[in-house]
Nanobody, 122 residues
Framework: QVQLVESGGGLVQPGNSLRLSCAYSRSVFGLAVMGWYRQAPGKQRELVATINSGDSTNYADSVKGRFTISRDNAKNTVYLQMNSLKPEDTAVYYC????????????????WGQGTQVTVSS
């Protein structure tokens, strides 16, 4: 079983920055596609950003140019740097792992962290 543990959420004023971290418990997940999703009150969970084992990234249009996803496989950690935060970025942010690209992997198709709250408000 793999655990994903998020940290770094909190309350921040508009225009400021936060960095979220997601630590994963198995180093082989350095080969997984890792991502961040978010869910605002009353809305569906939506993709924020993903990064694959080759460090190719993908972003939602709403965060392009403001958010950056990265990974440090030596630390078994994925990051989401969030700059120029807006009130509409307020949500619970979830770390996600898709391990299906890992050779010979057997197990669940995905894993989720417990979520971390990000609130952008003055």
């Amino acid at each position: 079983q793999v655990q994903l543990v998020e940290s770094g959420g909190g309350l921040v004023q508009p225009g400021n920055s936060l960095r979220l971290s997601c630590a994963y418990s198995r180093s082989v997940f350095g080969l997984a596609v890792m991502g961040w999703y978010r869910q605002a009150p009353g809305k569906q969970r939506e993709l924020v950003a993903t990064i694959n084992s080759g460090d190719s990234t993908n972003y939602a249009d709403s965060v392009k140019g403001r958010f950056t996803i990265s990974r440090d496989n030596a630390k078994n950690t994925v990051y989401l740097q969030m700059n120029s935060l807006k009130p509409e970025d307020t949500a619970v942010y979830y770390c996600h792992a898709d391990p299906r690209a890992i050779r010979d992997y057997v197990g669940p198709n995905e894993y989720w962290g417990q979520g971390t709250q990000v609130t952008v408000s003055s």
